[in-house]
């Protein structure tokens, strides 16, 4: 069945450096797959999150390529790692072991084709890990998942437990409305990234990209 | 920074022939395909972009009309809106849903929504009453920008160019205010999957007319609605001379 997915996935997608973190290379769908202008009921993928790297993800991604000593010897979790750019970036920093999290299959064999693009090797695991303790994590990366109202309450009300549990939180966001201003309270900001071209045209109504990191509760 | 409000109607696509209802009474709508009325694709595009050069804070899509209403404030979303509201007319109601209802609609959500900035298309091409802009302004008591080429937001201050008889006219207007999109303001973009995907999840409200204190009472009776007439076929003539003759016939000349 990977191998069949693996399939699909090379099939409708193309190789990219295009996006903020050229020094990996990529398979998504771009502009030039037919599948970038499809509709959704066109799509042989159901909700392919991981066919685009999100700005959200690229600037977490971005963030660890220049700030090694957030992940260097430490364990890493990608939570909703989608195309794994995240997993990759912190692989290639040395990290002492990176574990690469998605509910969807496909974003998880999406990710070890990328991993081996980029010469890394990363560990996946299809659980729904929201809400468990992550004991054996220090650092937690979470790229572009405050895109829905209800799922943002309960992912951030986990994170929060997480950081008083000593965590570094990663989160990288452009601004969606999940990320509200009473949550922007309890972030202080790292970077911002004017976004590429090409990500702005998957992100209509957004130019910047940003990376947070979640702060003790006020 | 300010709040733009986007009125977005659905209806009967542009690429479809449209048949008049054997009772006169309306046309076909069942089974027909219906898309965002191209006008208002372009309010959309024009809110998106001053988004994207930070002229605005924040878009609101709106649309007034059965749950398939929804369907058009996704495309809204997809291109770039951050959030919908759906005014919910569904049955009779919609049937005699008319401008001045839309119009105290948009009025109302401006002001609950404190939007600065209030953007629709020039007319819909369905009913092409070109009046919704026109009477949400009136019902605001905000300046109006209609029939709108170009806009341009200076100091506090827009600078409207507008498409009317014979030429173009720039006026200038104080924020807040109400504009109508007119064909060459700019060129809509596309709803990409990547764009369509990531509009699901963005957040739609539902409220009724009801909701909002708006009376949807018709002011408007539709007395009849007929095809136009169908235009008689021409004739082929051989020569000038041929033609003269046939126009100083028909008293043309």
Same mark, same amino acid.
Request: aromatic share 6%; hydrophobic share 40%.
């Given at each position: 069945?990977?191998?069949?997915?693996?399939?699909?996935?090379?099939?409708?997608?193309?190789?990219s450096?295009?996006?903020?973190t050229?020094?990996?290379?990529?398979?998504?769908?771009?502009?030039?797959?037919?599948?970038?202008?499809?509709?959704?009921?066109?799509?042989?993928?159901?909700?392919?999150?991981?066919?685009?790297?999100?700005?959200?993800?690229?600037?977490?991604?971005?963030?660890?390529?220049?700030?090694?000593d957030?992940?260097?010897?430490?364990?890493?979790?990608?939570?909703?790692? =989608?195309?794994?750019?995240?997993?990759?970036?912190?692989?290639?920093?040395?990290?002492?072991?990176?574990?690469? $999290?998605d509910?969807?299959?496909?974003?998880?064999? !999406?990710?070890?084709?990328? !991993?081996?693009? $980029?010469?890394?090797?990363?560990?996946?695991?299809?659980? $729904?890990?929201?809400?468990?303790?992550?004991?054996?994590?220090?650092?937690?990366?979470? =790229?572009d998942?405050?895109?829905?109202?209800?799922?943002?309450?309960?992912?951030?009300?986990?994170?929060?437990?997480?950081?008083?549990?000593?965590?570094?939180?990663?989160?990288?966001?452009?601004?969606?409305?999940?990320?509200?201003?009473?949550?922007?309270?309890?972030?202080?900001?790292?970077?911002?990234?004017?976004?590429p071209?090409?990500?702005?045209?998957?992100? $209509?109504?957004?130019?910047?990209?940003?990376?947070?990191?979640?702060?003790?509760?006020? | 920074?300010?709040?733009?409000?986007?009125?977005?109607?659905?209806?009967?696509?542009?690429?479809?022939?449209?048949?008049?209802?054997?009772?006169?009474?309306?046309?076909?709508?069942?089974?027909?395909?219906?898309?965002?009325?191209?006008?208002?694709?372009?309010?959309?595009?024009?809110?998106?972009?001053?988004?994207?050069?930070? &002229?605005?804070?924040?878009?609101?899509?709106?649309?007034?009309?059965?749950?398939?209403?929804?369907?058009? &404030?996704?495309?809204?979303?997809?291109?770039?809106?951050?959030?919908a509201?759906?005014?919910?007319?569904?049955?009779?109601?919609?049937?005699?849903?008319?401008?001045i209802?839309?119009?105290?609609?948009?009025?109302?959500?401006?002001?609950?929504?404190?939007?600065?900035?209030?953007?629709?298309?020039?007319?819909?091409?369905?009913?092409?009453?070109?009046?919704?802009?026109? #009477?949400?302004?009136?019902?605001?008591?905000?300046?109006?920008?209609?029939?709108?080429?170009?806009?341009?937001?200076?100091?506090?201050?827009?600078?409207i160019?507008?498409?009317?008889?014979? /030429?173009?006219?720039?006026?200038?207007?104080?924020?807040?205010?109400?504009?109508?999109?007119?064909?060459? &303001?700019?060129?809509?973009?596309?709803?990409?999957?990547?764009?369509? #995907?990531?509009?699901?999840? %963005?957040? &739609? %409200?539902?409220?009724?007319?009801?909701?909002?204190?708006?009376?949807?009472?018709?002011?408007?009776?539709?007395?009849?609605v007929?095809?136009?007439p169908?235009?008689?076929?021409g004739?082929?003539?051989?020569?000038?001379?041929?033609?003269?003759?046939?126009?100083?016939? /028909? /008293?043309?000349?």
């Amino acid at each position: 069945m990977l191998r069949d997915i693996s399939a699909a996935i090379i099939r409708h997608t193309a190789l990219s450096r295009r996006h903020l973190t050229p020094e990996l290379v990529l398979r998504l769908i771009t502009p030039e797959c037919p599948l970038w202008r499809a509709k959704e009921d066109e799509s042989p993928f159901r909700d392919p999150f991981w066919a685009f790297y999100w700005p959200g993800g690229q600037a977490t991604a971005r963030y660890i390529l220049d700030n090694q000593d957030l992940v260097k010897d430490r364990n890493v979790l990608d939570i909703g790692c =989608g195309c794994g750019a995240g997993s990759i970036a912190a692989a290639k920093m040395k990290a002492k072991y990176v574990l690469a $999290n998605d509910i969807d299959h496909y974003a998880l064999a !999406a990710t070890h084709l990328n !991993a081996n693009l $980029n010469g890394v090797l990363i560990d996946t695991s299809s659980k $729904n890990l929201i809400g468990t303790k992550c004991e054996e994590f220090n650092v937690i990366l979470i =790229g572009d998942m405050f895109y829905d109202d209800d799922f943002s309450h309960t992912l951030f009300e986990w994170l929060i437990k997480l950081h008083e549990a000593g965590k570094t939180i990663l989160i990288g966001d452009p601004g969606r409305h999940g990320l509200t201003e009473k949550r922007r309270r309890h972030v202080q900001m790292l970077a911002e990234y004017k976004m590429p071209r090409e990500s702005q045209e998957e992100n $209509n109504g957004f130019t910047k990209t940003k990376v947070w990191k979640l702060n003790k509760l006020i | 920074m300010s709040r733009v409000l986007v009125g977005v109607k659905r209806v009967i696509d542009y690429a479809v022939k449209i048949r008049v209802k054997p009772d006169k009474s309306g046309v076909v709508t069942d089974g027909v395909k219906h898309s965002m009325n191209p006008f208002d694709e372009i309010a959309v595009e024009e809110a998106v972009r001053m988004k994207e050069k930070k &002229l605005a804070s924040e878009v609101i899509a709106v649309s007034c009309g059965p749950s398939q209403a929804q369907e058009t &404030l996704r495309t809204a979303l997809a291109m770039g809106a951050d959030r919908a509201i759906h005014v919910e007319v569904a049955g009779a109601e919609y049937d005699t849903l008319q401008p001045i209802h839309v119009a105290k609609i948009l009025a109302k959500l401006s002001q609950d929504e404190k939007a600065d900035l209030v953007i629709v298309g020039k007319q819909a091409i369905d009913d092409d009453s070109n009046q919704t802009a026109q #009477m949400t302004a009136a019902l605001l008591d905000w300046p109006q920008g209609t029939f709108a080429s170009k806009i341009e937001k200076t100091d506090g201050a827009l600078t409207i160019t507008r498409e009317i008889d014979g /030429g173009l006219e720039v006026i200038k207007t104080k924020i807040p205010a109400v504009l109508s999109a007119d064909l060459r &303001l700019n060129e809509p973009r596309y709803a990409t999957l990547p764009n369509i #995907m990531k509009a699901k999840k %963005k957040p &739609l %409200k539902k409220v009724s007319a009801k909701d909002l204190g708006v009376d949807l009472a018709p002011r408007i009776k539709v007395v009849s609605v007929e095809d136009p007439p169908v235009r008689q076929a021409g004739s082929i003539i051989p020569d000038v001379d041929t033609l003269v003759a046939k126009l100083k016939e /028909g /008293g043309h000349v």
